[in-house]
């Protein structure tokens, strides 16, 4: 679930609203970052460089410390010597890398659709425009 959450994250960016007021050149600077090889690499490789940091954390201490105050807790079963990737089931040293080829791969994904809603922004303008003065026509007559 996490790495499909992870892989999501350009989509997210992709899908959060623009402005109304928002120029076409900063539709234009996220359709050109979104496709920009470089920007995809730069997002992928932050992406695994954390997930493969937070995989090596040593949590031992962390559930000794919850043993502690609950000494039923699984935690009491956690080695002292555990990392984050042992205990979440990610000990593959490849899991990080792979992440972060999903994320590269979404963030293409999210250039393309980027590409579209900019291409179509346009034409999606002024069926809203349509739309609205047919409805403030239905209304107007509505009321008569």
Known sequence: MTRLTLAALPLLALAAPFPAAAADGQM????????????????????????????????????????????????????????LGEVAGHDDPYYAARLGDDVRASTRMAGHAASALAAYAPVLKDMARDMAAQWERERDAARR
């Open 28 to 83: 234009q600077s996220a359709v050109a970052t979104l496709n920009d090889p470089a920007a995809q690499d730069r997002m992928a490789d932050t992406v695994t460089a954390l997930v493969g940091a937070l995989m090596q954390l040593n949590v031992g201490p962390l559930a000794e410390a919850v043993a502690r105050v609950d000494p039923e807790s699984d935690a009491a079963y956690i080695p002292r010597d555990a990392t």
